[in-house]
């Protein structure tokens, strides 16, 4: 590729002609091909100060329900997503104060506080020319653990199904009270049971991928076997040290959501949900979560008639913890070699759900009995050991 002078720069984009295809590249991708000279480094980095577009590199392939006009992706975005922090809906939030003939709407844009105000003005220019999905950066990770369907949905609506049996609790022994924390800052627990003065935080979680060589792994049937991320476990039991995990293990539940969501949304939710997968940018997350907590409550008999498993068991952060001091064989990358196997990723200590779960219907039953405290009691329980403490 030939050397691009410091003088192209000027402009916020450029068009280089490749052998089979033209490549649309901003200023950031063009200074990682560009070969430079000391005084053209200079340069750029008085360039990067004044000129920070957000626009992506390239078109990928439109989903069908994209293939219309700015208004209507617009006005999808703020009815669906109105509250959300995403930059998406900044985006609709500014094009529809532009299509009512607002004079301050570069500032509108702004202000959301996901484009500088130089690119603001920018993209407010270009409003009449170009859709909104070009000033949005593509979504490049396509694994499961960045597919809402495969991850947060499940998760969301597994959470409500274990929401059911908090209220449960709650009509049964009214000295109980609970809290949902899922869109607090804390990223351990989704829920707080309270008596007395006393807290168990609750950690849901849908077991939603079998573990299908967990047998040869980790010498436990793939049926009964749970993964816990040891970094989440050592940090729950640092800033919550009374966490439980709570587990559904639903293993068709992704499967049944991928078909049956496009006849659950209605027209305008369609189109968020296309723009979710397909487009990123700044707090995405948020618009992911809110979109899909909305979806989930909105159509919760739908949603739980695609659940097969209602049957939850827990264990504590610390008895996670316990398992990985004491069988190590239960963590590839600790006690056996994880390179070359389906156990690479996140390091998992995994649990046995006959051996080393209880039932939720077990920890509810001793919580209207003997309350809160008993739970918590159980979960803090300690005893003497001989163990190793070597001097070399």
């Known amino acids: ?70 208004p209507t992706l617009a006005e999808a975005l703020v009815d669906v997503l109105g509250s959300s922090r ?13 299509q009512r003939g607002e004079s301050n709407v570069a500032q509108i844009l702004y202000q959301q506080g996901s484009f500088t105000l130089r690119a603001s003005q920018d993209v407010v220019k270009r409003f009449g020319e170009s859709q909104i999905t070009e000033f949005l950066e593509v979504r490049k990770k396509t694994g499961s653990a960045e597919n809402p369907v495969t991850k947060l949905f499940p998760a969301t609506i597994t959470e409500q199904l274990f929401l059911g049996s908090l209220d449960a609790l709650k009509e049964a022994k009214p000295t109980l009270d609970y809290s949902d924390d899922r869109q607090s800052e804390h990223k351990f627990k989704d829920f707080t049971l309270r008596e007395g003065g006393l807290e168990l935080p609750v950690n849901v979680k849908n077991a939603g991928t079998r573990f299908n ?29 009374n966490l439980i995990y709570v587990v559904c293990a639903d293993y068709d539940l992704a499967s049944k959501l991928e078909a ?7 027209e305008r939710e369609k189109i968020v949900w296309a723009l979710l997968n397909q487009f990123g940018g700044a707090q995405l997350r948020d618009g ?32 996670a913890i316990r398992v990985l001091q004491t069988r190590p064989e239960r963590t590839p990358g600790i006690g056996l070699r994880a390179w070359g196997t389906s156990a690479r990723g996140e390091m998992n200590v995994h649990l046995s759900i006959a051996g080393d779960m209880t039932p939720w219907q077990t920890v509810g039953q001793r919580v209207l009995a003997n309350g809160v405290a008993d739970i918590v009691r159980a979960v803090n329980r300690k005893r003497v ?8």
């Open 288 to 319: 992911e979560d809110r979109f899909i907590l909305a979806m989930v409550a909105k159509y919760w008999s739908a949603f739980r008639q695609l659940t097969s498993n209602a049957n939850f068991f827990a264990a504590s952060a610390r008895k």
């Open 385 to 392: 050991e001989e163990v190793f403490d070597p001097e070399i």
């Open 86 to 98: 995403w930059s998406a809906v900044a985006l609709a939030k500014s094009f529809l104060a532009w």
């Open 260 to 266: 049956a969501l496009p006849g659950i949304l209605n």
């Open 213 to 241: 060589n967990a047998r040869q792994l980790v010498g436990l049937d793939p049926n009964d076997c749970i993964p816990i991320p040891a970094y989440k476990a050592h940090g729950a039991v640092e800033e919550f040290p």
């Open 1 to 70: 590729m030939k050397r691009i002078s410091v003088e192209a720069f000027r402009d916020e984009r450029i068009r280089l002609i490749t052998k089979d295809r033209c490549a649309l590249l901003t200023m950031s991708a063009m200074k990682r091909v560009l070969v430079r000279r000391p005084r053209e480094a200079a340069a750029n980095r008085n360039l990067d100060r004044c000129f920070r577009p957000a626009i992506r590199l390239s078109s990928p392939a439109v989903s069908p329900a994209l293939q219309t006009s700015n």
